[in-house]
Every structure is written in structure tokens, then in C-alpha cells.
């Protein structure tokens, strides 16, 4: 498999998980079962925000990086756009265009002592 462009486009990107899966097997991962997988990365994602920010996790536990959550994170939603046709490049534009028409409203944000920044 080709690897992925050190700046590729959030399509590349799309179209790259859509080759990858069908070399490794997961094309036929129904939208279901790739949703499913997608929330289980969102909390070993929350698991290893919790470890960076000193809090207790449980003794034995497997954590991975944030980066790597992260990436999880992009590859399932990639693959979940890809199984329903949606182009996440034009779908992100197009919200960004409606929610610049939106009013924020922004609370006040507490101090947090376990904040990391990006």
C-alpha cells in the first residue's frame, strides 16, 4: 500500500482508509460495527486524556498516546463517511459555512489544574 502524503488533504485522507481497509480485510465492516468501534476509540481516547492529566486510571490498564486515539479517532469516522457516501471535506464546509451565520455564546470556563495544552 502506498503510504499516506505527509500533507494530504482531508479526501486523501478519506480515499487512503478506503484502500487501506479493503487491504486489511475491514471493508465489509458494516456502518454498525465501525460506530460501535468508533466509541470504543472515543474512550481509550478519554482514557489516555485522563493518564496525561494525572488522574486515576485503573492499575494494569492498557492506555495508548492521544495521538494515536486520535488517529483512530479520524480513521473510524473516515470509514464510517466512506460506507455512507459522505464527503467529509465538502460535509465539514458546509458546516463551517452554517455555523458562521450561528451567534456564540461562550460560558465562562473554569480553571481546570489538569489542562494540557495542545
Known sequence: MRPLPAKATLAEIQRYVAEMELERGFADST????SLKLGEEYGELCKAI????????????????V??????ILIYLCAIANRLD??????????ERA???RTWTSAPREAADTEHPA
Open 31 to 34: 456502518v454498525l460495527e465501525q
Open 67 to 72: 495521538g494515536g486515539e486520535l488517529a483512530d
Open 50 to 65: 485522563r493518564e496525561r492529566s494525572g488522574l486515576a486510571v485503573e492499575t494494569g490498564s492498557a492506555t495508548g498516546d
Open 99 to 101: 455555523n458562521e451565520t
Open 86 to 95: 459522505t464527503d467529509l471535506d465538502q460535509a465539514l464546509r458546509a458546516k
